[in-house]
């Protein structure tokens, strides 16, 4: 699905790693595609569903999530569970990753890029790889995979779009659920991996590499 509607996100002045708020972060964090008020999305009641889900506020065909995501509400709640050991390419979280962890990462696309990486990793295991590629064989793909017991699982490639230009800024966002990865790119929803790792709390390594330039790595949750 693709959640196209973007919003500005507001600055607040930095903290140090024990608040959990990092440069850039949102006063009010929400998913790209979010109405700026009166969370209910097109043809949908006051009281928002999503299609097919009564009763059960959720991302499409996920049931059992959070209602649909930034909602307006208070500033991001701190708890032990968000903090991390944070340098510009690299995020070690405390206690893992966890459903309405929202992830911002920004930079720049080098000019002769080929390609550049980004794994949420259980110890040696790598629970999300997700891989801009540039130029293979002709063609810009995006593969995402999973890694477990040094053995890769299958590839997923299939995009609409490949929204990564050499030579200019991105801002990457990867939202945690209890079923999937949901992931967006300069404010727009581009595609969901559902975990191949269900211990969410063991996935506590972030890093990024190759060929980009990052400005900033925000960590948030979603209320």
């Known amino acids: ?36 008020a009166n969370p209910t999305w097109p043809g949908q009641p006051a009281n928002p569903t999503w299609p097919a889900q009564p009763n059960q506020p959720a991302w499409p065909g996920q049931p059992g999530q959070p209602t649909a995501p930034g909602w307006p509400g ?15 390419d690299f995020c070690s979280f405390t206690n893992g990753i966890y459903n309405k962890m929202l992830i911002t990462i920004a930079g720049e696309i080098k000019l002769n890029a080929n390609n550049f990486t980004v794994n949420f990793k259980r110890g040696s295991d790598i ?16 593969v995402r995979n999973s890694m477990i017991g040094n053995q890769w699982g299958r590839e997923e490639r299939e995009l609409p779009s490949f929204p990564f230009v ?35 709390n063991q996935i506590r390594d972030l890093s990024v590499y190759g060929d980009v330039t990052l400005s ?6 979603l209320q």
């Open 1 to 36: 699905m693709d959640l196209s509607d973007a919003l500005d996100f507001p600055q607040q002045n930095n903290q140090q790693a024990g608040g959990a708020v990092w440069p850039g972060q949102p006063a009010n964090p929400t998913w790209p595609g979010q109405p700026p």
């Open 74 to 88: 208070p500033a991001p709640q701190t708890s032990p569970r968000a903090l991390v050991r944070f340098v510009l």
């Open 127 to 142: 629970a999300f790889h997700l891989n801009p590629r540039f130029n293979e064989g002709g063609r810009q793909v995006i």
């Open 166 to 200: 050499p030579g200019k800024p991105f801002e990457l966002k990867i939202l945690c659920t209890d079923t999937e990865f949901k992931v967006a790119v300069n404010k727009s929803h581009l595609l969901e991996y559902k975990h191949r790792i269900r211990e969410l």
């Open 216 to 221: 900033s790595v925000n960590v948030e949750t």
